[in-house]
């Protein structure tokens, strides 16, 4: 069985485990906490991250944009980047935006504090940053609403890999009730149809332990 290496609130886990939903690809899911760095975890992954994808022939592939890359050109039938030039540029630009300027800016600084120094013990929350956090969540949530006013999907006519890889960073937060969906009604309308398709619902199934998601997390219309 082809199985996905991840952490429940991690959100390239989840970017990858919503591809591999789209693309109809079965998979067992395994538990790791990269935190605590085992041997044979590091051994599939020197980076200590994940997520990590193992085939069932026992191919390894660690990293998100590696796995993402790795399922477009094994499994080409769904396409998620987009069959023309100019779209899959503007999907991997977008993907990128949030992948790396959303996670920073934002991910890390709520998730990362909040959840995830405690989790591996790396002390307590920092104030400032969570404040920051929280403070630069609205000027991506603007921009996502001024895509959806100009397009379908974030990157054109269609579902790709940018949408995926919004509603992964924005699903963790959401986790922890920090989007503030009513000052971003087109970003709220954006994320309630991805969160709508059948490959994002089992995402949103997923609870920590100790630490329940507000009310409004599993529900479709919120």
Known sequence: MRTLFHHPLSPFSRKVRVALAEKRLEFALELEKPWERREVFMLMNPAGEVPVLVEADGAVIADQNAICEYLEDAYPTTTLLGSDVAQRVEVRRLAGWFDVKFKTEVTDLLVGEKLFKRFSGQGTPHAQSIRAGLANI?????????????????????????????????????????????????????????????SFRHILTDHQPGLPPPKHYADLDF
């Not at 949530?141 to 100009?150: A, E, K, N, P, V």
């Not at 995926?164 to 920090?178: H, P």
């Open 138 to 198: 609205h000027y991506h949530l603007d921009y996502i609403g001024w895509l959806c006013d100009r397009r379908t999907w974030l990157a054109g006519d269609q579902f790709s890999w940018a949408d995926i890889a919004a509603a992964a960073q924005l699903s963790t937060i959401d986790y922890l009730g920090d989007v503030p969906w009513d000052d971003h009604p087109e970003a709220k309308n954006f994320y309630a149809r991805v969160k709508s398709r059948p």
